[in-house]
C-alpha cells in the first residue's frame, strides 16, 4: 500500500510526531510505502530521514490559522498528492487533518484523519469551542474515515456529531521495543520520579512540585524534561517551594528511554490529554504510573493494578499517591511489572500497525463502495435524462 502521512510540525517531537514516526516505522516492516508531509523540518523528520522514511515539505502548513497560507498549502498539497499517487492520505492534527483531507478529496483518493486530542476543546480551560466543532464536522464530510487514539477520543466525536458513528475507528497508541536494559532497579531506593510533558498550559506542572514540597521528609528526586513557553515559571516555582535540591529540569532533547531506564516512577499531571504516548513509554520500562484521570489515561493505566490515577488539580489525592509509590518499592515493582505486561499484550507499535492497517482497508472498501455507488446513480440519471 502506498500512504502518506500528513502533519503540521516537523520540528518538534509532542504526541502527534512519536505516533506517526512509530506508526510509519511499523508500516514500513509490514511492506509499505510511507511517505510523510510535513510543514517544517526538524528533529521529527531528522529521525524519520535517518530511518529510512521520505518527507517532503510545504513551508506554508503551519499551525495558526492564515487563510492565505492556508489556501497556498492546500494547492501545494494536491500537487504533491497528485505526483506521489497514493492510495491513501493519513492526516494528523487539525489543520493538517483538513487540508490533507481536503487535498485527497480533490483527486479522489481515500483519506484518514486522526486528531491526537480533538480541537474543539480548549486544553487549558477544557470549554467547548463552537466555531471549532463546526470546523471539525464540516472537515469530517471531506474524510473517509476517523482513528481515534482511544475511546474517550471517539466519544467526544459522538457527542458532539462530528461525523457518522460507523466513520469512526480507535486503534491505541503504541510504541516499539527497544534493547535496553535498567539501569537502576524500579524497587531502588531513594526513587526518582520522571515527568516527560511539554511545559505548556494543558500540562500540570505546578500541581505536582505542590505535592512534592509536602513530602521533603522523604526521600525522593525528580527531573522534568521537556519544552515550552512556562518553563521558565515552573523554575520559578522549583525555586520559590524550596525543591531546589530535589528537581532537575533537563535539556529538551534528552533522551527519554535511558532516563526511564534510571527511574523508579513516571508521573503525568495534566488537564487534558487523549491517550498519551509518554505513559506508554513508561510502561515498556517497566515504571509503575501516578496520573491525572483525563482523557483516555484510564485507557492504559489500570488503577491499583499497574498504577495510580488522581483527580486532576488534586494535591492531596496527588501527593497520598505519591507518597504510597516512594514509601513501597515491593508495590512500584509490581505495578510496574503489570504495566509492563499490559504494554507488551496491547500497546506495541506492531500492535497499532497490524490495526491500523485493518483500518486502512475498511476505509478503501468503503471509497471504493462510494465511488461505485456514485456511478451508477450518474448512470441512472443519464439514462432518464435521455428517456
Not at 511492506?31 to 510523510?36: E, K, P, R, Y
Not at 537502576?184 to 511545559?199: I, K, Y
Not at 492531596?316 to 509509590?325: D, I, K, M, V
Request: charged share 20%; aromatic share 6%; net charge positive.
Amino acid at each position: 500500500m502506498k500512504i502518506v502521512q500528513v502533519l503540521t510540525r516537523g520540528d518538534i517531537l509532542g504526541g502527534a510526531q512519536t505516533h506517526v514516526r512509530e506508526l510509519s516505522l511499523a508500516l514500513g516492516q509490514l511492506g509499505h510505502q510511507v511517505t510523510v508531509i510535513t510543514g517544517a523540518f526538524g528533529i521529527f523528520t531528522d529521525q524519520l530521514v535517518q530511518a529510512g522514511i521520505p518527507c517532503l515539505q510545504v513551508k506554508s502548513l503551519v499551525r495558526p490559522v492564515r487563510p492565505h497560507r492556508d489556501f497556498a498549502a492546500l494547492i501545494q498539497l494536491s500537487r504533491v498528492l497528485r505526483g506521489l499517487k497514493p492510495d491513501l492520505v493519513c492526516a494528523h492534527t487539525a489543520k493538517a487533518g483538513a487540508l490533507a483531507r481536503a487535498a485527497a478529496r480533490l483527486h479522489s483518493i481515500p483519506s484518514t484523519f486522526t486528531p491526537h486530542g480533538w480541537s474543539m476543546f480548549d486544553r487549558a480551560s477544557l470549554h467547548a469551542r463552537p466555531i471549532f466543532r463546526w470546523a471539525e464536522w464540516l472537515a469530517a464530510s471531506l474524510g473517509t474515515s476517523v482513528i481515534n487514539v482511544c475511546e474517550f477520543e471517539r466519544e467526544c466525536a459522538r457527542q458532539f456529531r462530528i461525523c457518522a458513528p460507523c466513520k469512526l475507528e480507535v486503534v491505541h497508541n503504541g510504541v516499539a521495543d527497544f534493547p535496553l536494559t535498567r539501569v537502576r532497579e524500579v524497587s531502588g531506593q531513594p526513587p526518582l520520579l520522571v515527568m516527560v510533558a511539554r511545559f505548556t498550559p494543558q500540562k500540570d506542572h505546578s500541581i505536582l512540585l505542590q505535592a512534592l514540597s509536602g513530602l521533603l521528609s522523604m526521600e525522593w528526586k525528580l527531573q522534568l524534561m521537556g519544552s515550552g513557553e512556562l518553563r521558565p515559571r515552573i523554575v520559578a516555582q522549583v525555586n520559590a517551594l524550596g525543591l531546589r535540591e530535589r528537581v532537575s529540569l533537563l535539556p529538551p532533547e534528552t533522551d527519554v528511554n535511558p532516563l526511564l531506564m534510571e527511574a523508579q516512577i513516571f508521573v503525568l499531571c495534566t488537564r487534558f490529554e487523549a491517550f498519551p504516548i509518554s505513559i506508554l513509554e513508561a510502561m515498556r520500562a517497566g515504571l509503575p504510573v501516578v496520573a491525572t484521570n483525563v482523557g483516555g489515561i484510564h485507557e492504559s493505566v489500570v488503577h491499583e493494578q499497574t498504577g495510580l490515577l488522581v483527580p486532576p488539580g488534586d494535591v492531596l489525592h496527588l501527593r497520598a499517591a505519591l507518597a504510597r509509590l516512594i514509601a513501597d518499592p515491593a508495590l512500584r515493582l509490581a505495578m510496574g511489572n503489570a504495566g509492563l505486561r499490559l504494554w507488551s499484550a496491547r500497546f506495541t507499535a506492531s500492535t497499532m500497525a497490524a490495526n491500523t492497517v485493518a483500518v486502512y482497508q475498511r476505509a478503501l472498501a468503503a471509497h471504493a463502495k462510494s465511488r461505485q455507488h456514485t456511478l451508477l446513480t450518474r448512470s441512472s440519471a443519464d439514462r432518464s435524462s435521455r428517456a
